[in-house]
């Protein structure tokens, strides 16, 4: 006998177990453990599934523990599991660790055969549900466990509703259900080569075995993939005495929210149909009716309900999605769990809450995550658009935000548009768990079908995709190629506009906008700012971006990239004249005539910015990026310059680099021609000169780029001190001087750059590029199947590679504060932005990260879950460790 425990009864755990238990099961013992109204039944452990994954069978003691708990549901219920006449039912559900609503499977109704089918129809006097009952067990059964194509058995209902000239599936009466069973057994015979069987626990076990081998489809491992949902943590499984919602019009089945999922309302929400089971309300094929029609039709089960809600609600702390089935009368709760929200609701959610008493604010930032607050930064439709047009059709707003598209009619081809760069509308009569891959490359999904709980509108939330269900005026059919939208033919590639707040479908190309950053997101947001440690700066290269993210809460310009400023059309030939010139005083010239655009441009930025730090990169790029390549451009400079066409051609050949990603540029420019960082050192000064004499408070931080050794920086930096004097800076204007890390070289010597620099930032697009030995621009044809292979596990330029480039950081931080402990550290560049890598240069010791404006509200949130999760960073006394191992 195994001494593992693989199996818990419900009431046997609770809700701390989810790790173990999964979710759902966890979740189950919880409320059985409440006392409210739970079918009874058990729960497969998590690390059962692990095992069967790596051994491909059942790990010793768990068939024995799987009968020990059949034997204590069947004592439980006074019934039997296969037996001929009133045998127990069961459900076999997964439950994972985290929600993965719809991406693993489901077995109903498993204990059913030929020969029972007919003594339950008796017993419960309902033949039309016994008949209704087998005849989805056994389609379940084959596409789940079998992978049979369920499509098939759907032509055969088809034909039957045909057939007797009806439409609804609830409109076939007795004869017609027992016609559709036999029928089902003939086509399972046909597909499977085998007679359905008819044994319970032989149908068990391989309900079990399906359910374990579904955390690995390939729905369930995008899902993972696209919510970096780790691949090892396996699903439960939950086997659970059915409760029939299909019995009769005193039964029903529904989910119900504690809060609305869209919009993050207190109000209780949710759909329910009657005479229906689970699957007809998530399936989105028959229209459901809104959970407050339950409180004339049903009031005393509503009460019981909304009793439940505030129960619940108030013992997990959050809105929980509640499944429920009611059978003759009597209510039962099949699940509850943290409920998916949309990225709006989720603020609104943790906001309310806080001022309601129910949570503090720490959890409440913790409740919303970054990613999230990344979505609420998505583009809206733009109200002044939306006041003169015309919306074509509404649906039900299942997911809030705007999405403007081309439409396609399958998730093959949403995935393809995506691919080739284009933006696309997924229109489909109803979506399944199989199209998850296309609602992800989609811009947005409309369907025809499906309510506010369907497939479509809860998977949607979870992504906070934009979504429209339920559209009636959408005619389209399965597989279909075309559609009509209120009368009107739509074919792909139609433009299309969908408002996913207000349900509206507008046809053709609508202007959007980007969200205002306020209200409860702003409250949040405060809640952030005080529990973070880390500074958040913004990239900027100009006044405008400057200001925008200051309003999104910057707290300085951590890189601006004055090699941006050269590129607008009257200066680029200045810059040429710069570059192609043949002596000293010919760059000197050109210099002179850029040197107002700058000191202009640092006036707008510092200005804008005013008592904030603004690092300041020297000029970086290979000059390569800035020559003339058309024969007419050349042609035009060598007038320009006064030099003869051919000497000029022969300059710019010269300039060529074959890898100029490492070539001249950064401070090797300065070095070589110190006279082009001057002019940008002076343009700094005094821009910041004319500030401080006008009142301002302008605080630059000159950052010389590409430094890997100190010998490169001390000429530059004292370049920096004798312009500081020219200027009437030095004593005006504070100031510091300080270097990019881009460099394996200079990580490696941080000690000795510490000592002369105010503060460093690491360049970790560079750093990236030179530690991993890849080009940024090339590496995108095999990156994508380094992380598919888990050779990297997210792209190294998207998130920051903790092992390798993440490893150098480490090492220079520590470094750098062991000679220097008041040096300031900080990252530029989109990493800056990513959620992962700001809990990395937290948990580094970092004291600033920088990223692009939008991706402000981002970091911030990023850093306050860094700092509640990790707490204190790296202390300075590692520092002392790393240098004694080198």
Same mark, same amino acid.
């Given at each position: 006998?195994?001494?593992?425990?693989?199996?818990?009864?419900?009431?046997?755990?609770?809700?701390?177990?989810?790790?173990?238990?999964?979710?759902?099961?966890?979740?189950?013992?919880?409320?059985?453990?409440?006392?409210?109204?739970?079918?009874?039944?058990?729960?497969?452990?998590?690390?059962?599934?692990?095992?069967?994954?790596?051994?491909?069978?059942?790990?010793?003691?768990?068939?024995?523990?799987?009968?020990?708990?059949?034997?204590?549901?069947?004592?439980?219920?006074?019934?039997?599991?296969?037996?001929?006449?009133?045998?127990?039912?069961?459900?076999?559900?997964?439950?994972?660790?985290?929600?993965?609503?719809?991406?693993?499977?489901?077995?109903?109704?498993?204990?059913?055969?030929?020969?029972?089918?007919?003594?339950?129809?008796?017993?419960?006097?309902?033949?039309?549900?016994?008949?209704?009952?087998?005849?989805?067990?056994?389609?379940?059964?084959?596409?789940?466990?079998?992978?049979?194509?369920?499509?098939?058995?759907?032509?055969?209902?088809?034909?039957?509703?045909?057939?007797?000239?009806?439409?609804?599936?609830?409109?076939?009466?007795?004869?017609?259900?027992?016609?559709?069973?036999?029928?089902?057994?003939?086509?399972?015979?046909?597909?499977?080569?085998?007679?359905?069987?008819?044994?319970?626990?032989?149908?068990?076990?391989?309900?079990?075995?399906?359910?374990?081998?579904?955390?690995?489809?390939?729905?369930?491992?995008?899902?993972?993939?696209?919510?970096?949902?780790?691949?090892?943590?396996?699903?439960?499984?939950?086997?659970?005495?059915?409760?029939?919602?299909?019995?009769?019009?005193?039964?029903?089945?529904?989910?119900?929210?504690?809060?609305?999922?869209?919009?993050?309302?207190?109000?209780?929400?949710?759909?329910?149909?009657?005479?229906?089971?689970?699957?007809?309300?998530?399936?989105?094929?028959?229209?459901?009716?809104?959970?407050?029609?339950?409180?004339?039709?049903?009031?005393?089960?509503?009460?019981?309900?909304?009793?439940?809600?505030?129960?619940?609600?108030?013992?997990?702390?959050?809105?929980?999605?509640?499944?429920?089935?009611?059978?003759?009368?009597?209510?039962?709760?099949?699940?509850?769990?943290?409920?998916?929200?949309?990225?709006?609701?989720?603020?609104?959610?943790?906001?309310?809450?806080?001022?309601?008493?129910?949570?503090?604010?720490?959890?409440?930032?913790?409740?919303?995550?970054?990613?999230?607050?990344?979505?609420?930064?998505?583009?809206?439709?733009?109200?002044?658009?939306?006041?003169?047009?015309?919306?074509?059709?509404?649906?039900?707003?299942?997911?809030?935000?705007?999405?403007?598209?081309?439409?396609?009619?399958?998730?093959?081809?949403?995935?393809?548009? =995506?691919?080739?760069?284009? =933006?696309?509308?997924?229109?489909?009569?109803?979506?399944?768990?199989?199209?998850?891959?296309?609602?992800?490359?989609?811009?947005?999904?409309?369907?025809?079908?499906?309510?506010?709980?369907?497939?479509?509108?809860?998977?949607?939330?979870?992504?906070?995709?934009?979504?429209?269900?339920?559209?009636?005026?959408?005619?389209?059919?399965?597989?279909?190629?075309?559609?009509?939208?209120?009368?009107?033919?739509?074919?792909?590639?139609?433009?299309?506009?969908?408002?996913?707040?207000?349900?509206?479908?507008?046809?053709?190309?609508?202007?959007?906008?980007?969200?205002?950053?306020?209200?409860?997101?702003?409250?949040?947001?405060?809640?952030?700012?005080?529990? *973070?440690?880390?500074?958040?700066?913004?990239?900027?290269?100009?006044?405008?971006?400057?200001?925008?993210?200051?309003?999104?809460?910057?707290?300085?310009?951590?890189?601006?990239?004055?090699?941006?400023?050269?590129?607008?059309?009257?200066?680029?030939?200045?810059?040429?004249?710069?570059?192609?010139?043949?002596?000293?005083?010919? *760059?000197?010239?050109?210099?002179?005539?850029?040197?107002?655009?700058? *000191?202009?441009?640092?006036?707008?930025?510092?200005?804008?910015?005013?008592?904030?730090?603004?690092?300041?990169?020297?000029?970086?790029?290979?000059?390569?990026?800035?020559?003339?390549?058309?024969?007419?451009?050349? =042609?035009?400079?060598?007038?320009?310059?006064?030099?003869?066409?051919?000497?000029?051609?022969?300059?710019?050949?010269?300039?060529?680099?074959?890898?100029?990603?490492?070539?001249?540029?950064?401070?090797?420019?300065?070095?070589?021609?110190?006279?082009?960082?001057?002019?940008?050192?002076?343009?700094?000064?005094?821009?910041?000169?004319?500030?401080?004499?006008?009142?301002?408070?302008?605080?630059?931080?000159?950052?010389?780029?590409?430094?890997?050794?100190?010998?490169?920086?001390?000429?530059?930096? =004292?370049?920096?001190?004798?312009?500081?004097?020219?200027?009437?800076?030095?004593?005006?204007?504070?100031?510091?001087?300080?270097?990019?890390?881009?460099?394996?070289?200079?990580?490696?010597?941080?000690?000795?750059?510490?000592?002369?620099?105010?503060?460093?930032?690491?360049?970790?697009?560079?750093?990236?590029?030179?530690?991993?030995?890849?080009?940024?621009?090339?590496?995108?044809?095999?990156?994508?199947?380094?992380?598919?292979?888990?050779?990297?596990?997210?792209?190294?330029?998207?998130?920051?590679?903790?092992?390798?480039?993440?490893?150098?950081?480490?090492?220079?931080?520590?470094?750098?504060?062991?000679?220097?402990?008041?040096?300031?550290?900080?990252?530029?560049?989109?990493?800056?932005?990513?959620?992962?890598?700001?809990?990395?240069?937290?948990?580094?010791?970092?004291?600033?990260?920088?990223?692009?404006?939008?991706?402000?509200?981002?970091?911030?949130?990023?850093?306050?879950?860094?700092?509640?999760?990790?707490?204190?960073?790296?202390?300075?006394?590692?520092?002392?460790?790393?240098?004694?191992?080198?």
């Amino acid at each position: 006998m195994s001494a593992t425990k693989w199996v818990y009864y419900f009431g046997e755990g609770d809700k701390s177990q989810k790790a173990l238990l999964g979710g759902k099961g966890a979740n189950l013992s919880e409320m059985t453990n409440l006392g409210l109204p739970v079918p009874p039944g058990f729960t497969i452990t998590t690390t059962a599934c692990i095992a069967f994954q790596k051994e491909g069978k059942w790990p010793a003691g768990l068939p024995e523990q799987v009968e020990n708990n059949i034997t204590m549901l069947e004592a439980q219920l006074d019934k039997k599991l296969g037996a001929s006449k009133d045998p127990i039912l069961l459900s076999v559900r997964s439950g994972a660790v985290i929600s993965m609503p719809g991406m693993m499977d489901t077995v109903l109704n498993l204990g059913l055969n030929p020969s029972n089918v007919k003594s339950i129809g008796k017993a419960a006097n309902n033949m039309r549900w016994a008949y209704d009952s087998f005849r989805r067990f056994i389609q379940m059964f084959a596409d789940v466990c079998l992978d049979l194509p369920r499509s098939e058995f759907e032509k055969v209902l088809d034909m039957v509703k045909e057939q007797k000239g009806v439409k609804l599936d609830t409109d076939l009466d007795e004869a017609a259900m027992e016609q559709v069973c036999a029928e089902f057994l003939n086509l399972f015979k046909k597909l499977a080569g085998t007679e359905f069987p008819s044994d319970a626990r032989e149908q068990l076990r391989i309900a079990i075995n399906a359910v374990f081998k579904s955390w690995n489809n390939p729905r369930a491992i995008k899902y993972r993939a696209m919510n970096y949902i780790p691949d090892d943590l396996g699903t439960a499984v939950n086997v659970q005495a059915m409760v029939f919602g299909n019995m009769g019009e005193d039964c029903a089945t529904g989910v119900g929210f504690t809060r609305d999922p869209s919009t993050g309302e207190n109000v209780r929400y949710g759909e329910y149909l009657m005479n229906a089971q689970g699957e007809d309300v998530v399936a989105g094929i028959r229209t459901p009716l809104n959970i407050n029609d339950m409180k004339t039709r049903l009031p005393t089960i509503y009460k019981e309900l909304m009793g439940i809600f505030d129960l619940l609600e108030n013992h997990y702390k959050d809105m929980q999605d509640i499944e429920f089935t009611i059978q003759n009368y009597k209510l039962w709760l099949l699940q509850t769990r943290n409920g998916k929200r949309t990225a709006n609701a989720a603020v609104r959610m943790a906001t309310e809450m806080v001022q309601e008493g129910l949570i503090d604010r720490k959890t409440a930032v913790l409740r919303v995550s970054p990613d999230q607050i990344e979505k609420l930064l998505h583009d809206q439709l733009d109200p002044k658009a939306l006041k003169v047009a015309n919306a074509i059709a509404k649906g039900l707003p299942a997911s809030p935000g705007a999405a403007v598209g081309q439409v396609v009619f399958n998730s093959e081809d949403a995935a393809k548009w =995506k691919a080739a760069g284009k =933006k696309c509308i997924l229109v489909r009569l109803e979506t399944s768990p199989e199209d998850i891959g296309g609602m992800e490359a989609a811009e947005g999904v409309l369907t025809a079908r499906g309510g506010m709980t369907s497939h479509a509108a809860v998977v949607a939330r979870g992504m906070n995709k934009c979504c429209i269900a339920g559209c009636s005026a959408l005619n389209i059919k399965h597989h279909a190629t075309s559609a009509k939208l209120a009368g009107k033919p739509i074919k792909e590639g139609d433009w299309m506009s969908i408002d996913g707040s207000s349900g509206k479908v507008y046809l053709g190309k609508l202007p959007v906008v980007k969200p205002d950053v306020g209200g409860s997101v702003g409250t949040l947001l405060e809640y952030a700012d005080s529990f *973070r440690k880390l500074g958040i700066l913004a990239n900027a290269d100009t006044p405008k971006d400057a200001k925008v993210a200051r309003g999104l809460g910057a707290e300085g310009i951590g890189l601006t990239r004055t090699e941006h400023m050269f590129f607008e059309k009257e200066r680029i030939q200045k810059v040429r004249e710069m570059i192609l010139a043949f002596d000293k005083a010919g *760059r000197e010239r050109a210099l002179a005539k850029l040197l107002p655009f700058q *000191r202009s441009d640092f006036h707008g930025i510092l200005g804008a910015m005013n008592g904030l730090p603004v690092v300041i990169r020297l000029l970086d790029p290979p000059l390569h990026e800035f020559l003339p390549h058309t024969a007419g451009e050349i =042609k035009s400079l060598a007038y320009s310059l006064g030099r003869d066409l051919k000497e000029v051609e022969a300059k710019v050949e010269s300039l060529k680099e074959f890898n100029p990603m490492l070539g001249f540029r950064g401070c090797r420019l300065g070095v070589v021609y110190p006279e082009i960082s001057a002019m940008q050192i002076r343009a700094i000064f005094q821009a910041a000169v004319a500030l401080s004499r006008a009142g301002k408070n302008p605080y630059p931080h000159i950052e010389i780029p590409l430094v890997g050794n100190l010998k490169e920086y001390l000429p530059l930096k =004292k370049l920096v001190l004798k312009i500081a004097k020219e200027t009437g800076a030095e004593g005006l204007v504070k100031y510091k001087v300080g270097t990019m890390i881009e460099i394996p070289r200079a990580a490696l010597n941080a000690d000795n750059l510490a000592k002369e620099c105010d503060f460093m930032s690491f360049g970790t697009n560079d750093l990236t590029q030179m530690t991993c030995g890849f080009s940024r621009d090339d590496a995108g044809s095999f990156l994508k199947h380094y992380t598919s292979k888990k050779i990297y596990v997210r792209d190294p330029f998207q998130s920051i590679d903790q092992q390798g480039v993440g490893k150098l950081m480490k090492v220079c931080v520590g470094l750098a504060r062991a000679v220097n402990s008041h040096i300031d550290i900080g990252v530029c560049g989109e990493h800056g932005g990513d959620p992962t890598s700001v809990e990395f240069c937290h948990r580094i010791g970092l004291d600033n990260v920088s990223c692009s404006p939008y991706r402000v509200p981002v970091a911030r949130m990023a850093a306050a879950h860094a700092a509640l999760k990790y707490g204190t960073t790296v202390t300075e006394s590692a520092a002392l460790t790393v240098r004694s191992k080198l």
